[in-house]
C-alpha cells in the first residue's frame, strides 16, 4: 500500500467500538472510512457458534492471550488476559452477555466532569444500538443493529439457579437491564437466530457494500503520525510490510483498554519519563496514559452434578456433544447456542449498599482458569465477581517494539477492601448452593481444601481469582491532570485524534462492558457528525464573509 492512501477518517482497531464508529461513520456516502484491525476477518464458524466461548477464551483462537505482570495480591501468580483478536474483538470471543450497567455507574462518569454522559444522556444510545427481542419498552431499543435476546434453548439448571436465589432470599430480577439492576435472571446475551452477533456481524456485515467502508484486517497499527501535535496518519504493519495511510480530519483509536494505551505511548504521547526510558521521541506529555487499569477479578467454584443436562468430560458427554453439534447444524437451536454462562444475579454484601457489589453468574460447566483445567464428569460452576473494585494499576511498555506485548498490571486484590468483599461474595455462593433447589441434585465440591475460616477463605481466592475480562479505565475520561480525553473523546493537548473504546472509562461500570462500549462507539460517532457538521458550516460561513467582502455595499 503507497503512503498517498488517504480517507477522511480512519478508525484504529475493530473492536466493540471500533466497529460501530466505522459503521456509524460511513452511513454518510460523502466520507470515506477506513477500520483497520490488526486480527483477521471474523470468518472462523467458532465466533459465530455461541459454544465456540468455550474453545476461544483459552487458545489463541483469534485471540491475543496477554499475560499480566506477577500480581502480589494474587500471591505472585501471572493473571492470564484473553481478547478478541479479529473483527468484532472481544466481542468476537466473548460470553455474549448484555449488561449495561446500573444508573448510577453514569451518574458517578457525569459527577467527575463528564457532561452528557450521564444515564439519562446515554440511555438513548444504548437504545439507538439495541434490538431487543424480548422486550420492548421505554427501557428497551428496537430496530438496533445488536440483536439482545435470552437464550435459544436455555438450559434448565438456569431456573433452577433463580429459584435458588428466591429460596437463599434474593429478590427476582426478570430483566437485568430493566428498572432494577438487582437479584436473580436469567442472562441475556447478544445473539441472533442462534449465533453470536458481535459488533462486527451488526455494524459491519450489513455493510460491507458501501464503497465508502474500507477495511483491512491483518494490519497491525505501530505508530501514529503528527504534523505537530495534530496527528494526521497511521503506520501499520501488514503481510510483512510496513504501510502508512493518512486521514484528512480525524483518527479514532479503538484498541482496547491495552492497544489504545500502548500505541499512544509508542507514538510519543504519554508519561514522558516512560516515553524517554525507551528512547521514544515524546509529542506529547500526557501522564494518564496507561494510568488507572481497573479490571473485574472473578473467583469460580465448580460443583459436581450427576446430570447430562450440564456439560461435561464423560464418553455420553461427548455423544451428547455430536447430537448437539448436527442439531445446531441443522436448526441452529440446542446446546451448542449456550454460551455456558446461563443466569447470573447482581447482589449486595449489605443492604445499606446503593447498587450491587457482587455479580453471581451460573456457568453450566465445571472449569478452572478461564477452561484451561477441566474436571472429569459433569457439573456446574458459580463466579463471584467483584463488580467495583478499589484496586488500580498500569499499563506500560515492556519495550519500543511496537510488536511487543506490553506489561499489564491491573494490581488485582491489592486493596483490603477487595479481599474483604470477595470473600463474602464466596459466601453468598455457599449460600446459594445449599438451598433445596440445588441440593435436590447432591452436588459435590471438587475442591478438598478447607474454606471455613475468613482467613482459610481468602487464602483460596488468592490462590485460583483471575479476571473477567473487563479491563478499563487506561485512557480515561475526565478534566483533572490524569484524563487522557475530554468528554467528548477527543486526546488533551492534541488535535484530530479521539479515543474511544473502554479504556475512556474514567471509573468501571458494575457488570461485562460490551454493551457499554457499543454505547460509547454510537457515542463517539455522533460527537464526529456533530463536528463535522459544525466545521461545515464555520467554513461556509468564511466563504460567504470573503464573498461578501468583494462585493460592497
Given at each position: 500500500?503507497?503512503?498517498?492512501?488517504?480517507?477522511?477518517?480512519?478508525?484504529?482497531?475493530?473492536?466493540?467500538?471500533?466497529?460501530?464508529?466505522?459503521?456509524?461513520?460511513?452511513?454518510?456516502?460523502?466520507v470515506?472510512?477506513?477500520?483497520?484491525?490488526?486480527?483477521?476477518?471474523d470468518?472462523?464458524?467458532?465466533?459465530?457458534?455461541?459454544?465456540?466461548?468455550?474453545?476461544?477464551?483459552?487458545?489463541s483462537?483469534?485471540?491475543?492471550?496477554?499475560?499480566?505482570?506477577?500480581?502480589?495480591?494474587?500471591?505472585?501468580?501471572?493473571?492470564?488476559?484473553?481478547?478478541?483478536?479479529?473483527?468484532?474483538?472481544?466481542?468476537?470471543?466473548?460470553a455474549?452477555?448484555?449488561?449495561?450497567?446500573?444508573?448510577?455507574?453514569?451518574?458517578?462518569?457525569?459527577?467527575?466532569?463528564?457532561?452528557?454522559?450521564?444515564?439519562?444522556?446515554?440511555?438513548?444510545?444504548?437504545?439507538?444500538?439495541e434490538?431487543?427481542?424480548?422486550?420492548?419498552?421505554?427501557?428497551?431499543?428496537?430496530?438496533?443493529?445488536?440483536?439482545?435476546?435470552?437464550?435459544?434453548?436455555?438450559?434448565p439448571?438456569?431456573?433452577?439457579?433463580?429459584?435458588?436465589?428466591?429460596?437463599?432470599?434474593?429478590?427476582?430480577?426478570?430483566?437485568?437491564?430493566?428498572?432494577?439492576?438487582?437479584?436473580?435472571?436469567?442472562?441475556?446475551?447478544?445473539?441472533?437466530?442462534?449465533?453470536?452477533?458481535?459488533?462486527?456481524?451488526?455494524?459491519?456485515?450489513?455493510n460491507?457494500a458501501?464503497?465508502?467502508?474500507?477495511?483491512?484486517?491483518?494490519?497491525?497499527?505501530?505508530?501514529?503520525?503528527?504534523?505537530?501535535?495534530?496527528?494526521?496518519?497511521?503506520?501499520?504493519?501488514?503481510?510483512?510490510?510496513?504501510?502508512v495511510?493518512?486521514?484528512?480530519?480525524?483518527?479514532?483509536?479503538s484498541s482496547g483498554?491495552?492497544?489504545s494505551?500502548?500505541?499512544l505511548?509508542?507514538?510519543?504521547?504519554?508519561?514522558?519519563?516512560q516515553?524517554?526510558?525507551?528512547?521514544?521521541?515524546?509529542?506529547?506529555?500526557?501522564?494518564?496514559?496507561?494510568k488507572?487499569?481497573?479490571?473485574?477479578?472473578?473467583?469460580?467454584?465448580?460443583?459436581?452434578?450427576?446430570?447430562r443436562?450440564?456439560?461435561?468430560?464423560?464418553?455420553?458427554?461427548v455423544?451428547?456433544?455430536?447430537?448437539?453439534?448436527?442439531?445446531?447444524?441443522?436448526?441452529?437451536?440446542?446446546?451448542?447456542?449456550?454460551?455456558?454462562?446461563?443466569?447470573?444475579?447482581?447482589?449486595?454484601?449489605?443492604p445499606?449498599?446503593?447498587q450491587?457489589?457482587?455479580?453471581?453468574?451460573l456457568?453450566?460447566?465445571?472449569f478452572?482458569?478461564?477452561?484451561?483445567?477441566l474436571?472429569?464428569?459433569?457439573?456446574?460452576s458459580?463466579?463471584?465477581?467483584?463488580?467495583?473494585?478499589k484496586s488500580?494499576?498500569?499499563l506500560?511498555?515492556?519495550?519500543?517494539?511496537?510488536?511487543?506485548?506490553?506489561?499489564?498490571?491491573?494490581?488485582?486484590?491489592?486493596?483490603?477492601d477487595?479481599?474483604?468483599?470477595?470473600?463474602?461474595?464466596?459466601?453468598?455462593?455457599?449460600?446459594v448452593?445449599?438451598?433445596?433447589?440445588?441440593?435436590?441434585?447432591?452436588?459435590?465440591?471438587?475442591?478438598?481444601?478447607?474454606?471455613?475460616t475468613?482467613?482459610?477463605?481468602?487464602?483460596?481466592?488468592?490462590?485460583?481469582?483471575?479476571?473477567?475480562?473487563?479491563?478499563?479505565?487506561?485512557?480515561?475520561?475526565?478534566?483533572?491532570?490524569?484524563?487522557?480525553?475530554?468528554?467528548?473523546?477527543?486526546?488533551?493537548?492534541?488535535e484530530?485524534?479521539?479515543?474511544?473504546?473502554?479504556?475512556?472509562?474514567?471509573?468501571?461500570?458494575?457488570?461485562?462492558?460490551?454493551?457499554?462500549?457499543?454505547?460509547?462507539?454510537?457515542?463517539?460517532?455522533?460527537?464526529?457528525?456533530?463536528?463535522?457538521?459544525?466545521?461545515?458550516?464555520?467554513?461556509?460561513?468564511?466563504?460567504?464573509?470573503?464573498?461578501?467582502?468583494?462585493?460592497?455595499?
Amino acid at each position: 500500500m503507497n503512503e498517498n492512501v488517504v480517507f477522511d477518517y480512519i478508525v484504529i482497531g475493530g473492536g466493540a467500538a471500533g466497529c460501530v464508529v466505522a459503521g456509524r461513520l460511513s452511513e454518510d456516502p460523502t466520507v470515506s472510512v477506513c477500520l483497520l484491525e490488526a486480527g483477521g476477518p471474523d470468518s472462523h464458524p467458532l465466533i459465530h457458534m455461541p459454544a465456540g466461548v468455550a474453545v476461544m477464551v483459552p487458545t489463541s483462537i483469534n485471540n491475543w492471550q496477554y499475560q499480566t505482570v506477577p500480581q502480589a495480591g494474587l500471591k505472585g501468580r501471572t493473571g492470564y488476559q484473553p481478547r478478541g483478536k479479529t473483527l468484532g474483538g472481544s466481542s468476537s470471543i466473548n460470553a455474549m452477555a448484555y449488561h449495561r450497567g446500573h444508573p448510577e455507574d453514569f451518574d458517578r462518569w457525569a459527577a467527575l466532569g463528564n457532561p452528557g454522559w450521564s444515564y439519562q444522556e446515554v440511555l438513548p444510545f444504548f437504545k439507538r444500538a439495541e434490538h431487543n427481542e424480548n422486550f420492548d419498552d421505554p427501557l428497551h431499543g428496537q430496530n438496533g443493529p445488536l440483536n439482545v435476546r435470552f437464550h435459544t434453548s436455555p438450559n434448565p439448571f438456569g431456573e433452577v439457579f433463580v429459584e435458588a436465589g428466591l429460596q437463599a432470599g434474593y429478590p427476582a430480577c426478570p430483566d437485568q437491564n430493566g428498572a432494577t439492576m438487582e437479584g436473580f435472571g436469567r442472562l441475556q446475551v447478544m445473539q441472533k437466530d442462534g449465533q453470536r452477533c458481535s459488533a462486527a456481524r451488526a455494524y459491519l456485515t450489513p455493510n460491507r457494500a458501501r464503497p465508502n467502508l474500507h477495511i483491512e484486517t491483518h494490519a497491525h497499527a505501530t505508530r501514529i503520525l503528527f504534523d505537530g501535535k495534530r496527528a494526521v496518519g497511521i503506520e501499520f504493519m501488514q503481510h510483512g510490510f510496513k504501510c502508512v495511510m493518512h486521514a484528512r480530519s480525524e483518527l479514532i483509536l479503538s484498541s482496547g483498554a491495552f492497544g489504545s494505551p500502548q500505541l499512544l505511548l509508542l507514538s510519543g504521547i504519554g508519561p514522558a519519563s516512560q516515553l524517554l526510558k525507551h528512547d521514544i521521541a515524546v509529542i506529547h506529555d500526557l501522564p494518564g496514559v496507561g494510568k488507572n487499569l481497573v479490571d473485574h477479578i472473578d473467583y469460580v467454584h465448580s460443583y459436581r452434578i450427576k446430570s447430562r443436562r450440564l456439560m461435561g468430560l464423560s464418553l455420553l458427554g461427548v455423544w451428547d456433544t455430536l447430537k448437539a453439534g448436527i442439531r445446531y447444524w441443522r436448526h441452529r437451536t440446542g446446546p451448542l447456542t449456550s454460551n455456558f454462562a446461563e443466569a447470573c444475579a447482581f447482589v449486595k454484601t449489605s443492604p445499606d449498599l446503593r447498587q450491587a457489589d457482587i455479580e453471581l453468574a451460573l456457568t453450566i460447566a465445571m472449569f478452572a482458569d478461564h477452561g484451561r483445567t477441566l474436571y472429569r464428569g459433569h457439573g456446574l460452576s458459580l463466579h463471584a465477581c467483584l463488580l467495583h473494585p478499589k484496586s488500580a494499576g498500569e499499563l506500560t511498555l515492556a519495550s519500543a517494539d511496537p510488536l511487543a506485548a506490553p506489561l499489564i498490571d491491573p494490581a488485582f486484590l491489592t486493596h483490603p477492601d477487595d479481599i474483604a468483599t470477595l470473600i463474602e461474595g464466596y459466601k453468598i455462593i455457599r449460600k446459594v448452593m445449599s438451598t433445596p433447589a440445588f441440593k435436590a441434585f447432591a452436588p459435590k465440591d471438587v475442591l478438598d481444601t478447607p474454606m471455613n475460616t475468613d482467613a482459610e477463605i481468602e487464602q483460596v481466592l488468592r490462590s485460583r481469582s483471575d479476571t473477567l475480562y473487563h479491563p478499563v479505565g487506561t485512557c480515561k475520561m475526565g478534566a483533572d491532570a490524569m484524563a487522557v480525553v475530554d468528554a467528548r473523546l477527543k486526546v488533551r493537548g492534541l488535535e484530530g485524534l479521539r479515543v474511544a473504546d473502554a479504556s475512556i472509562m474514567p471509573t468501571i461500570i458494575g457488570c461485562s462492558t460490551t454493551a457499554a462500549t457499543v454505547m460509547i462507539g454510537e457515542k463517539a460517532a455522533d460527537f464526529i457528525r456533530e463536528d463535522r457538521a459544525l466545521n461545515a458550516a464555520d467554513t461556509s460561513k468564511d466563504d460567504h464573509e470573503t464573498t461578501a467582502s468583494h462585493h460592497p455595499a
